[in-house]
Structures are given as C-alpha cells and as structure tokens.
C-alpha cells in the first residue's frame, strides 16, 4: 500500500510538475497569442482614435476658419469632388431631432440630411450635416427647420465652396545666392483641380509677426528672392481653387517650416582679385597722367600769352599801369619802332614852309617813306652838302641863337590862323625844311624827350642851326604853331600834334606825325624847291632817330653821346 | 599602268577609305536631322492647342460675362417661349461610370440645345451690345464643337428634337439661359474635354 501508495505520489509529484509544465507552456501560449490580439486590437484602436482624432481636428479647422469668413448660414464647404458639410452654430443644447435639414438641386426632389450635434465650445452647440447626394455646376437650395419652423435658407453651388486641406510636403531649400529660398509643396490631393489651384506662400522674419505674402498660380513650387541673408524665415503655403471653374475658401497654413537664409559672405579670392586689379588701374592711370601730364595740363588749363616779355617791368614793377610805364621804360621801347620800319634806309626830307615874312628853315628827320621823291641821287648831293654846310654853322655864336628864339617868340606871340591856311601858305612858298638822319649818325638819342638835356641840346641844337642860315628870317613851321601851347622846341614834340598824343617817343613816331599832319604829304616834291627860288639855307639837323644805329644798341643801355 | 595603278591604290586607299569615312558620318547625321525633322510633325502638335485649357477658360469668362450682363438686364430679356436646354448638373459618382462615348454624346447634345437657345435669344434681346455678347457665346459654342470634331468626338445631334429628352430641361429667361451655359461649359465641357483621349498624354 505505502508501495503502491509510495509510486503515486512520486508519480503523482511528477505527473503534477509534468502537468504544471504542460499548463504553464499552453497557458504562456494562450498568453503571447491573446497579447498579440490585443496589441493588434490597440494598435488599431490608436489608430483608429488618432484618425479621429485628425478629422475632428481638421473640421474644427475647417469650421473655424468658415466661421471667419462666411456671415451665411447654413455654411457649408466641400473637401472632395464627392462631399458635403453643412453646419450651423446655436446657442443651448437643442437635441438634433428638433432640426430638418432640406436640400434640393435645380430640377430634383427634397432631399433630407440627418443632422448631427456636437459641443461647439461654451454654451454653443454645432449642428452638422453631410449630404448623401452631390452635384456640381448646378444651385443647391439648403432649407433648416427647427421644429417645423423655417431657420435658415440658402442657395449655393457646390463647386464654389471648395475649402480644400493643406498642401503637403511643403519643403524650403537654400539656393546658391544669397537672399533666395526655394519652396516646394504639393498640392492637395484633388482629381483635377491640380492645375487650376492658386497657392499663397507667407513668409516673416523669426519671431516677427507681420510677414509678406507671395501668390504663386498653377504650380507648386517658388523662389523668394530679396531676402535678408542669413536671416531665418518662417515659411507657410495654403491653396485654394482659382476661381475660374472651382472656386472656394482659402485653406488652413501648412505647418511651419523655417530656414536661414544663406549668409552673405564674400569670397577673399574675389575681394583679393578686386584689390589687385583697382590698384593696376590706379597705378595704370596714375603712370598714363604722369606721361601726359604736359599735355593734360595744356589741355586743361591752356596757356595764356602773356605780354611780359614785350613788356618787360609793366605788370611786375608797375603793376600794369602802361603811362607809367611809357615814363620810366622808355629806353625798352627804343626797339620798337624797328619793328614797324623795315626799311632803315635814312633819306632827307624837304619841308617847305613858309611863316610869315621870314621862313625859317629847320631839318627835321624823316624816313624814307614819307619823302620818297626825295630820293633822288641828285637832291641827296644837294643835301649833303647842305649838310656839310650845315656842320659849319653848328659853329656859330649864341648871339643867331638869341637872335632865332627872339624870332620864335615873335611867331609865337602873332595870332594864330587855322591850320590849313598855313599848310597853303607853306605850300606856295618855297620854304624848305631838310632833315637828314644819316648826316648825324652818332647823335642820336635815346632819353626820352622830356629829359630837360635833351631839350637843352636840342634848343641849342636848332639855334645853331637857325644862326647857320644867312637869310633865315623865321622857323618854321607847323611845329611852332602846334607847339604853340609848350615852350619846349624838342624836335619830337615839334612834331606833336594836339590829338597825337600818342607819339612822344621814338624816332618813327615823329615821320608819322609829320604825315599826319599833311605836311610831308602836302609839302611839294624837290621838284619845286628846284624850280622855286631857294629862300634861305637849308639846314640840316642831325636829328636823333638814326634807326639803323639804335637797333644796333641794346635796349636800355645807355648811349654814349657822340660829342 | 595596272601595277602603277594597284600600287596607287594600295599606297592611297588608307586615305581615301578614311576620308569616305569622314564624309560619311555628316550625311548620316544628316540623314537622321531630316529623319527626326520628318517625323516630329507626326506628334499631335496641332491638337496641343486646342487641349490647352486656357482656350476653353477664356470661353468661360466670356459666358460668365454674358451671364452678368444678363442678369442686369430686366426689360426685354425674356423668352418669347421657354427654351429646352440641357440639364449642368454633374454627380461625379456617376459622371466618372460613363464611358467617354457617352459623355461626349450628352456634351455634343447639350452644346446642340444651347447654340439652338442662344440662337432665340439672340432674336428677343434689343440691346446691341448684349446681342453682341450672344453673338460671341454663339461662335464660342461653334469652335468648342469644331475643337470636339479635331479630338475625334463625334458629332451628335439629339432626335428628340426641341422637346428634349432626360437630360433636358426649360428655361424661360435669357438669364437663365446664360447660368445653365456657364454652368455647362465649366461642367460636362470641361470635363470631356480635359479627359480627352487625345489630349491624355498633356493632362491637363
């Protein structure tokens, strides 16, 4: 018994462990295959929850954004080319069964929509209704009654109140300039609409909140251009139909996606190469003005002719002031009249003249364009002998000197007639008046008239040559009457006329003079005073303007006097 | 001679062979220029137009015009009679199980009544400027017919004559006549046109 006993409780213990085990090992079974069952039924209900849940969030997302936008009730949008949502907002907590929701398209029976309730937040109940039956491109009328009684009535098109979902994808890459995103989206998942949908990207500043938007038509992509660099932007796109065949609400944003924008940085090797290059053209130009630096410089600022060197002292040392001038540097205009008297050749010159009663012969220089008839061969010996004869009587006593400026002051103080009538009278006498510059050619000067020697010596000068003369009764002449108002008898301003006050100097001034005042040129060729009868001795007066000889001098040296 | 001319030909046939063979290669890329020139015509550049859907919008906006003027207009803009036009509605669900012949019957029918009604209408407005616009959606209706013709869909013409059929419907005002054109044109038109077989490869 304990025997048979004793087995079976071995037996018994193993049959125990062995059944345990085979329990255990199908009860873990039952387990992992239960669990399995269950995590799959989880899972689907997580997923199932989580649809849900997306749904009820997009509606509510649909909804408000409606709200916003549509005054008319019932508001109603469609999501697909197949649906219908229709809802309305009361204050309360009404039971849906109050409310008929009617709806007709053109040309079809009532149809009714089971109308739903669902909390809209505070004391607000949203009612909402899905039609069974859509038809586009043709009026819907939408009736509701609340319990018999009309509340709200609308008509509308379904293919006008799109309010589509989001794009999706929407993705922002930097492209290689700087300042630029680009963005791709796709578009929502709508059987042909894909190509008549119009986008509006926003874009702000991180963490700004006014931004920019950007309307991009019939494609899913685009560029913002002119931005900040290496600023980070917050990037949204939403869709909605264009308008021309659909038409509806705008959608909700796509999520945020932000992006910097890529900085703006310099390349060094390009600043470098920039560097490099300004400075070779700076160096460039700086070597091109350097080399042409005469001829910029002629070209902008070109020379101006300068009269100092015609002029020596007149700007520098008496500061522009010519009369001044004229008085102090003299001597540097002696050149002058070379400039204006090519032909140097001395002649004589015969005025004749005849003042008053006793015609006074006195010889003044002239060139030889103002006497060219006199350049007979023959009245040039006459001449010279004169001349020589003229040089004898330079010996002669002061008492003819007296004796001629008493004479002066006689025709001085007699009545002056006007000139002409004494031109006439100088004409039909034969008066002569000879100069000979070559006779004297040591004695000429260059002092200026006004130097009180000079008219020392050429008083003394004339009255010797006036007490030379045997029948020299009177001087002459035009420069007596002229000179009628100076009490000098200079040579050169004997030749003065009252309106040439320009000739005061220089030895070709006086001829010029003398051709002015006609006397040269009214004065009758040696022609006539070889018919005339010869009044008196003609009297040479070796006068100063011996041109040759001053150009041979420099200007302003001073000349050592011959006697 | 014949061995000057063999040893010629062996010292000059290198050259000769390799320039043959350098004027070969232009010809044949001339050839297959002219080839691909000559087949390219052979793509259906000439309907690429006509499935443009832009030539089918501007019709749109120009029916949407005349629907505007016409709903402004209140003298003188009925009907002498109501006019049978056909029916705007598209339900997609059923719209999609049709085959295109029949799509393209119930458009060619519909595009028969409405150049019909505008035709009557056209004979009821005074206004010049609104016969204008009727005239306009009258030649529109014309070209979107002929653009059907190139897309190889066939002509219909309804025998049920003005009394109409399923599909038809009466309209009693030229404002309402000008709604179901619109209507039509964005809806049925739109539709077959743009799931056209031809213009399948450019969808559009």
Known sequence: MDNWATPPPLETKQNRRINVDLFCGATKKMTKVKSILLRGFLTCLCFQTTFFAKSVRDLETKVALLTAVEREDPKCFAEGMMDLTCFWEEDGHSTPGQ???????????????AVAAQPAGGNRTRYICKLSTVKHFVPLDL?????????????????????LNPPENLTVTRMGKPGQLRLSWLPPSLKRMTNSMVYEVSYTLAGSQTGKLAVVRGNTESVLRSLHTGTRYDVQVRAKPDGLTYNGYWSAWTPTVSMETPPNDFDPLIICLCLIISLILTLLALAAFLSRRRFLLKKMWPLIPSPENQFPGLFTVYEGNFLEWLGQSSGGLWRRPSLFHTEEIPTLLEVLTEAGNEPLALAFPTPSRASAPLREASEEEEKEEEVEGAGKALDSGLARDRWLIDQLRILRGQPVPSPWPRTSLLESKDAYITLNQSSQPDSGERTPPPLPDDISEESSRLRSLAASGTSANCSDLGSLRQNSGSDRLSSQ???????????????????????DSGISMDYSPMSSSRSGPRAGILYTNDYKNDIPQQRQRPSGQPIPNGR | MGNRRTNGRNGEDPVSEYAGFDMEIPRLIAVLLMVLEWTRPAQPSPLRLICDPRVLDSYIKEARDTEAAMRGC????????????????VDFSVWEKKDVQEQAREVQAGLSLLGRAIGVARASVPNAELQRLIDNNYSNIHSIGQVLNSLNIQEYTPSAGVSGGENTWRVSTTSELFRVHTNFLRGKVRLLLSAAPACSHNPS
């Open chain 1, 99 to 113: 409310y008929t929701f009617l709806y007709k398209y053109q040309n079809d029976n009532n149809s009714a929509c």
């Open chain 1, 143 to 163: 009736t509701v009654f609340r319990n018999g009684a009309l509340l709200h009535n609308r008509s509308l098109s379904i293919d006008l109140v799109f309010l």
């Open chain 1, 493 to 515: 301003s004997s030749f003065e006329y009252p309106h040439n006050s320009w000739l005061p100097k220089g030895p070709g001034y006086p001829y010029l003079a003398v051709a």
């Open chain 2, 74 to 89: 209140r003298e003188g803009c009925g009907l002498p009679e109501p006019i049978t036009v056909p029916l705007t509605s």
